[in-house]
T-cell receptor, first 118, second 108 residues
Framework: GAVVSQHPSRVICKSGTSVKIECRSL??????MFWYRQFPKQSLMLMAT?????????EQGVEKDKFLINHASLTLSTLTVTSAHPEDSSFYIC??????????????FGEGSRLTVL | GIQVEQSPPDLILQEGANSTLRCNFS?????LQWFHQNPWGQLINLFY???GTKQNGRLSATTVATERYSLLYISSSQTTDSGVYFC??????????FGTGTRLTVIP
């Protein structure tokens, strides 16, 4: 299957700082990537859809100024948590599909990034 | 939006036992996948199965799209099968929704 890689896998930062998480598709091009958030012992929640060359689409309730998404190339999307606070501590996971069709094709996930804000 | 419910929420098995996990969804879907989330958080793709039946080793899955459910069968469970199992569906609007998850613990 296709490979999606995330970096860093763990990050600890101080409150008020910004943190950038990278998501790369290693062996395919992805015009669309997805960012999810997962709190402990809960399911994954879609935060936003990252579109190459255009603005991301955010789900209801997700602050676009807090979670900046940039999809600058067909293999890289970044999520920046700005002015992080302890409540932003969570597990962030990205995904992509190696199909040109929006609604079909298997989704592959990165390893996830665990953010802890002190 | 679409509701995706999984059952049971928690399951404890003796090593070697078989189990069936269920995923019910409230609307028609274009895509359904099953994942295993390991203790480190990584999501492992198990099946891409919008309809029909597939088998991979000790695991198999069946999706009956017309009745809006999918089943994941685990046979001869092993301790390494422990973790959380999620189903996820894609609707016509291209939104991906994850189910509530089933936490499986296999004891030796």
């Amino acid at each position: 299957g296709a490979v999606v890689s995330q970096h860093p896998s763990r990050v600890i930062c101080k409150s008020g700082t910004s943190v950038k998480i990278e998501c790369r598709s290693l062996d395919f091009q992805a015009t669309t990537m997805f960012w999810y958030r997962q709190f402990p012992k809960q399911s994954l929640m879609l935060m936003a859809t990252s579109n190459e060359g255009s603005k991301a689409t955010y789900e209801q309730g997700v602050e676009k100024d807090k979670f900046l998404i940039n999809h600058a190339s067909l293999t890289l999307s970044t999520l920046t948590v700005t002015s992080a606070h302890p409540e932003d501590s969570s597990f962030y996971i990205c995904s992509a599909r190696d199909s040109p069709h929006k609604n079909t094709g298997e989704l592959f996930f990165g390893e996830g990034s665990r953010l802890t804000v002190l | 939006g679409i509701q995706v419910e999984q059952s049971p929420p928690d399951l404890i098995l003796q090593e070697g036992a078989n189990s069936t996990l269920r995923c019910n969804f409230s609307d028609s879907v274009n895509n359904l996948q099953w994942f295993h989330q390991n203790p480190w958080g990584q999501l492992i793709n198990l099946f891409y199965i919008p309809s029909g039946t597939k088998q991979n080793g000790r695991l198999s899955a069946t999706t009956v799209a017309t009745e809006r459910y999918s089943l994941l069968y685990i046979s001869s469970s092993q301790t390494t099968d422990s973790g959380v199992y999620f189903c996820a569906v894609v609707t016509g609007a291209n939104n991906l929704f994850f189910g509530t998850g089933t936490r499986l613990t296999v004891i030796p």
